[in-house]
């Protein structure tokens, strides 16, 4: 299969008019179109028909996400190793295929246990190959237009989770819970298996390309941490991990994680408590994906434009502001602008750290450095949408575990405004690191 991948990527970037980076784009973009089949915005439109049908509470449904979450923690570095070692192509094949049919399984997931092995296995997905895997596959082939590559992947991350909660709702309301779960498997397996398996190449320099479709930069002299041939610098795992900037990303990016899960999960269940309709609900929730599909793009050029410390301060501080405005929602229309924001907080959340990340660290072993920083997004999730639950099914309310999320926005804001890129030993500034590079166009 390798073989035919790259017969086909050679062909196909011999004839095309563009440079063959996009092709992979499109091709990756199929992944986090997928992904979405078990993210928290399709579980949210689940929670209340699966409470009302199974008699669980939704401690015990939340709960699906943060076991996902769990697992994941402890496979995230072999995965990232695994990018590195074996490539991005295989990787994200084989997740699609799982991911399919861990789907199409919680159709008979009648009592928690079934669903619990399904849904997380669906979440480890979710986590893990495809963020780590389209991440450092397209900080492998972008250098200056890196943020527009990964603002259009996350674009269609966002049409995507369009698509599967409007399937969800239309299945629940017109069919049941179980029909549900088969289209949303089948639509993974129809949409990303192939592209993913026929048009994905690691590294441009497999096919005599470059980064951009750009010339090599002359090399400057190597010094204790290397520079590939466009300037960037290249940190091992273990020199990575030495650095505060990889730590301040984790933690920062992981409380991000939390407040998204802790809301997201519960949010249609919210809703519902406010006085929507299921349909005035699922339709809340298409709007998110709507503007998430839209500041994506948005995001990824602000993060081409200006540093990794400003870009991460602003969405901490939105996320901070978007916990505190779901106090307010009383109304459709108020819901709708609320989830409106969140949206534009939770792009920023999909296209800032892959960004940051390869800037920082480089796109040699982006893979494994990813894998190591992701715990902190796992963390973030099992704890955020397991604590909304709780506070939820002790109070009868999530008004504390929003201002508890607010709260916790303001300090990662201060925490990463006061922060600083790594700097590589013997030298006091570096492409990428300081100052993000800027579009040459």
Known sequence: ??????????????????????????????????????????????????????GWSRTLIAGSVSMGALSSIFISPAVGWAVDRYGVRLILTGSMLVLGVAMISLAWATVPLFFYMGFATGRVIFHVPVQIGTGALISRWFIRKRGRAIGIIYLAGAVGGIVTVQIASLAISHWSIGAAWLLLGGLVLAVAVLPSALLIVDRPETIGLQPDNQPPLSSE?????????????????????????LWVLTVVVGVLFMTQAGISVHVAAFFLDRGLSLTAAANAITINAAVNAFASLMWGAIIERTTVRVAMTGLMLLSAACSL????????????????????????????????????FGRRS???????????????????????????????????AFITFAILGLVGALVVNSSRPPIRAGKTDSVGLEQLPRDGN
């Open 1 to 54: 299969m390798n073989d035919i991948s790259l017969v086909i990527a050679r062909n196909l970037s011999a004839r095309l008019p563009f440079y063959y980076g996009w092709i992979v784009v499109f091709a990756a973009g199929t992944t986090t179109f997928a992904r979405m089949a078990p993210s928290t915005t399709t579980l949210a439109v689940f929670v209340s028909p699966m409470a009302d049908e199974f």
């Open 221 to 245: 002299g190597r010094v204790e941490l290397e520079e590939d041939s466009h300037g960037e610098a290249e940190w091992t795992p273990r020199q990575a991990m030495r650095t505060r900037a």
């Open 366 to 400: 982006i893979g494994s450095i990813r894998g190591i920083s992701e715990t902190g997004v796992q963390v973030g999730q099992m704890i955020g949408a397991l604590f909304s639950g709780l506070v939820y099914d002790l109070s009868g309310s999530y008004a504390a």
């Open 325 to 360: 405005s779901l106090l307010s929602v009383t109304s459709e229309g108020s819901a709708f602008g609320v989830a409106a924001l969140l949206g534009l907080v939770a792009a920023g959340g999909n296209v800032i750290p892959p960004v940051a990340f390869a800037s920082y």
